[in-house]
């Protein structure tokens, strides 16, 4: 890079761009995956810089700036992919979440209000309603003639969501619901909409019944329509709303707070599509046993959280767009026997914060592509007719995204923050408002930690239905009971990588690192270790007297196991994602991209790998330095790279870029 | 922990605390160091809850409140002890530290704002100003009848102070200088005080002057005492203030920008403790040597530094109390065989999460005081008293750690919103108020990056004198040249560490990790390392074309060697902090906390060890256990730990701690 300062100076006027147009368009194809064309409308529609948040505002006006944006939206249809096509949408499940990814390069409160509507809340009346529910509020609820909410989260059991206390109690002399916030601790916190817009909110309440001659008790976790405000924003009888207040962030966002006193619904309120009750309070349901029903539920309502995870993607890339063109005029410090300063960019340590962020962000992106199609896949099916298997693989690998990707995403833009000095703590160069409205991502749609842990337990339990809704104990007596070798591969082997392993050596440690197969080799073993090791440690403990204490030992373990399962999982889409590219410059770009993701990902976890003499003394230092080459010979790219992403430019506007 | 939590169900009224009061006392007094009174006494005065930032105020009132509570605090002569005796103040600069560090736990803001008015307006004003300057001026400083500013930072150059555009041109017709911007990027910016409040402001700005018969030039950046508003906030003929607006948080802080077109100011209110100009325009110093003068008055300026450092430690230590409070009271899932759940710290993730971090805390905190006190008294002393080598060693010593803790700190505070779920996203329970407060404390009084490696350059460059001021590639070219072994401890060891170091077995692979001298010889020895390692890297390139690239490819290499010294200099601290610590139950729940930090420590850095053979594969894994049993000794004592803090209660008001 120094020496190529030398020689070229860049021109500020135009971008420090090395890349060629073909490449840059060639990446963007292979970015933008199979949804390029909703892409592409909505960065047209969204290339207005008054869709940035606007740090003055104070929470109603900002709130109401939200809605306003969203109404737009709702008149040009916008949420009408999300729904099937005999509920009144036009039933494009992957063109639903890649729309709501892509409000997220505007503002992130745009992105999750509107997530909380169509996705969460019209989600559950879509997934857990029935025709009576369909006729009656799809229509609505696209168009925003109902702003609803999704009552799930209570003020002591967020990510315990089967031990939520509010109860629906139903009374067969009047054919209703008694909806009731038992203890303080059952109050509905931090719902979306319930702040200030939402008039109902489909709230998760523990269903109470009993049949004639039988003694009502819980059937479980279920979702009912409840009402909770008026046409004028008044609480409904019995229902007492309050706000949030101010946050760290997502400010456009209302969340509130909802408890119920003895508030009575109409029976038919209960979204009864999984269950159903009689008349006479009988329980009925086509999935008998209580827990996989209620797993059964939580699974049709997954798009929330592939859609956080896609749109942290999207945030992630916003901030590096931001922090790398910055990189890319800030001067400071003299060039040595050069007319001109080098950029920050031009610094090893600049480029070794930014761009292995930039090649995991390419990773991520691929990832998600892939999970979007999936989910679009699986949900264009007749629910009926999706294999248990490939249904539970799907919420598995959107759990783990999720995790993953958001994690990575809170960090990138602490990092992009802190990389623009001064100038990133300024609003209206929009970092601190990124950094601010990212955090919550690792926490709702199932806090980071928990997730991880449920991807572990998932791949532990070779994906057991049974295992479900088993606290510690009773997951490690669970496993520490299976029969035979955990390590068989769940998923099946794609092609791409088959063929890539089929033609190189086995042994990991003697061939090239720069070798695709290698990588692999690598990604794989680890999981495979962790996994096998892991399940091992948990069945010599049978026996144990304590067998949380067994779990909470092994907790760690369970989580690189699951993390090493998540990463391997991202490095195969990429390695597809480079197959699939039709442009031969993009493709080698990838592959260079697709190195550096590797190599820092190795280096992140190189104590490990030598631990495990997965990885031999050399080897490590051949990754070390490998990590610098590749920022080296990627400096170049920077420009091209972010470019790639296509992020609408009237919302990369930021007085930083103005000047160096 | 599992064990425990079966047979002691802890009673939420009483909180879960494990360890005895002559227990906590003793951290306590260890922990507050030598102004053990001034935090106490600070202690009461802000035992308040107004004085937390209140989320809903806008920028106006937010900083009017910061205002007044700094006229309170002026009142009761907060400030006097910053200042010496025969300037009017009362002389105690450890108490000045200190009690700005204790600010932090109430509001950054406070902490920030008071930091520019008392620390570095008034520092500037104090020690590079001279009698006339003093008896003019710091008597209303403290007293806030004057309200300054501190006008370093340019657009264009933040890190690089020695290429400051703004320009002091001498004119000996009227004896007087003009101050300019000269170009966009010489405007001042980001400066606290100067969006509204600051009538002067401490200008940093080329000297340039000629004598008879010479040509004016620059002499180097120097310090001007520049009014910029009147009496009604108006601006000055010539100056342009504008407001940088919303920023990630400070919100009390009124930080601006000022241009200077032409502004003349009488020549006397040049600061000349370390410069003069004659009437004629002779430029007159006691330094010949431009650089030398330059970073002398840099050098009495790093109490701005330290106060960073130390509230940054402060704002971490407060978030871990608020943090761990809300994990001993807040339960997920059901405990096995059990009647209650278990609090989220019984899992070890979570106390993987926060107790690494809550035992560096402890090692920040004690080193922290070091360097206070150090500074105390070194800034006790006549300046001309002050040997050379202890200066650099000090103005070292505040970059190093003022990196290291505030890299700590936000990074803690993040982790902790995290590790409490939606409650931590609330603005009521004060964590991402934190969170946007500490962020830019990596950035401000030097990026962390920068001082980082002025760190690692200053320890491979013997702390000479003569290389302060080279760019990358002359320091290259420094190091080169330099003759004999670099390894040389530059620091006198210390009595406690040589004792420890005397009466244990030389090699650190063979004598237990747990014994303390293994722990200092691991972290001596990694640091050796490096040092060698990059000093011979560099020597090699002695005849590179490019010194830069040679610099570039290094460049890790030395940041890492950097933080190796940083960190072991903390674990010397903390070793001492033990040593002098008279309680020996104290003492001895210290002896496990100082072994966390120091498992984790090396945990973090594994792959290091591991790949230069300073740690076994057995070693390596037995610290991964050893950090997982740590965490279970010290889950029974982290409230303790926290309460040792003595946050004052009222500043740790947080609606989640009322229920779990």
């Known amino acids: 890079m120094a020496a190529e300062s030398d020689t070229e100076t860049p021109d500020p006027t135009t971008p420090d761009q090395h890349t060629d147009k073909t490449t840059v368009d060639g990446l963007r194809a292979a970015l933008d995956g199979p949804w390029a064309q909703t892409r592409d409308e909505l960065r047209e529609a969204l290339n207005r810089r008054d869709l940035l948040a606007d740090p003055a505002l104070d929470l109603g006006p900002a709130r109401a700036k939200i809605l306003a944006e969203m109404k737009e939206l709702a008149s040009h249809n916008f949420a009408a992919a999300g729904f099937r096509t005999e509920h009144g949408g036009t039933g494009d499940v992957g063109k639903a979440i890649v729309g709501i990814e892509m409000l997220g390069y505007a503002d992130l409160s745009l992105m999750v209000k509107s997530g909380v509507q169509w996705g969460l809340f019209g989600g559950a009346v879509e997934n857990l309603g029935t025709a009576r529910h369909h006729d009656k509020y799809v229509a609505d609820l696209i168009d925003l003639n109902l702003l609803g909410s999704f009552g799930m989260t209570e003020t002591g059991h967020g990510s315990n969501v089967q031990a939520l206390e509010t109860t629906a109690t139903y009374d067969p002399a009047t054919r209703e619901f008694v909806i009731d916030s038992t203890t303080e601790l059952a109050r509905k916190d931090y719902i979306g909409g319930a702040g200030e817009h939402a008039t109902v909110s489909a709230v998760f309440a523990q ?5 004639p001659g039988e003694e009502p008790h819980s059937r479980g976790v279920h979702c009912f329509f409840v009402p909770i405000r008026d046409k004028n924003g008044k609480d409904l009888p019995g229902v007492t709303t309050s706000d949030c207040g101010y946050k760290g962030g997502l400010r456009g966002v209302d969340n509130g707070r909802i408890i119920f006193d003895k508030v009575r619904i109409p029976a038919e309120n209960l979204l009864n599509r999984y269950a159903d009750v009689a008349e006479d309070g009988t329980y009925q349901s086509p999935i008998e046993s209580d827990n996989r029903r209620f797993f059964t539920m939580l699974g049709t309502l997954i798009r929330g959280r592939v859609s956080v995870g896609a749109t942290a993607g999207a945030a992630a890339r ?7 063109r910055y990189a890319l005029i800030r001067r400071q410090f003299d060039a040595p026997d050069s007319t001109h300063e080098v950029t920050i960019l031009d610094y090893r340590a600049h480029q070794r914060k930014l761009l292995p962020l930039l090649a995991k962000s390419y990773a991520v992106a691929f990832a998600q592509n892939e999970l979007t199609a999936e989910l679009h896949d699986v949900q264009s099916l007749d629910p009926d007719d999706v294999e248990p298997h490939r249904q539970r693989l799907l919420e598995s690998w959107a759990a783990g995204l999720k995790a993953y990707g958001s994690s990575h995403a809170s960090h990138t833009i602490n990092v992009c923050r ?11 160069n929009q970092l601190p408002i990124l950094r601010g409205d990212i955090d919550v991502f690792t926490t709702f749609e199932g806090d980071n930690t928990v997730l991880t842990q449920l991807v572990g337990k998932e791949m532990l339990g070779l994906y057991s ?9 009773g997951w490690v007596k669970f496993v520490a009971g299976l029969v035979g070798d955990v390590v068989a591969e769940k998923t099946a082997v794609r092609q791409v990588v088959q063929t890539l392993l089929d033609s190189s050596d086995e042994n990991p440690d003697k061939s090239d690192l720069t ?39 092994a907790q760690d373990h369970l989580l690189k196991a699951a993390n090493a399962h998540i990463e391997r999982q991202v490095l195969e889409s990429f390695i597809q994602a480079i197959d699939d590219c039709d442009s031969k410059s993009a493709a080698e770009l990838l592959g260079k991209v697709c190195d550096l993701f590797v190599y820092s990902a190795l280096e992140a976890d190189l ?20 990590v610098n080459e590749l920022c080296e010979d990627l400096r170049p790219h920077a420009r091209g790279l972010v470019d790639a992403f296509g992020i609408p430019e009237e919302l990369l506007v930021a007085p930083m870029l103005e000047h160096g």
Chains 1, 2 share one sequence.
């Open 207 to 211: 269903l109470i019944t009993g049949g």
């Open 318 to 324: 916003k901030a590096l767009t931001l922090a790398i």
């Open 418 to 428: 802190e990389a623009c000095g001064g100038a990133g703590y300024m609003d209206e």
């Open 465 to 473: 239905e049974e295992m479900r809704g088993l606290n510690a104990a």
């Open 515 to 553: 070798d695709r197969a290698t990588q692999i080799r690598l990604f794989r073993n680890r999981e495979d270790h962790l996994q096998r090791t892991c399940a091992q440690r948990l069945r010599r403990a049978a026996d144990a007297d304590d067998p949380f204490a067994v779990f909470n030992d």
């Open 607 to 626: 104590s490990w790998f030598l631990m495990h003499r997965h990885v031999s003394v050399e080897r490590a230092k051949a990754i070390r330095r490998g």
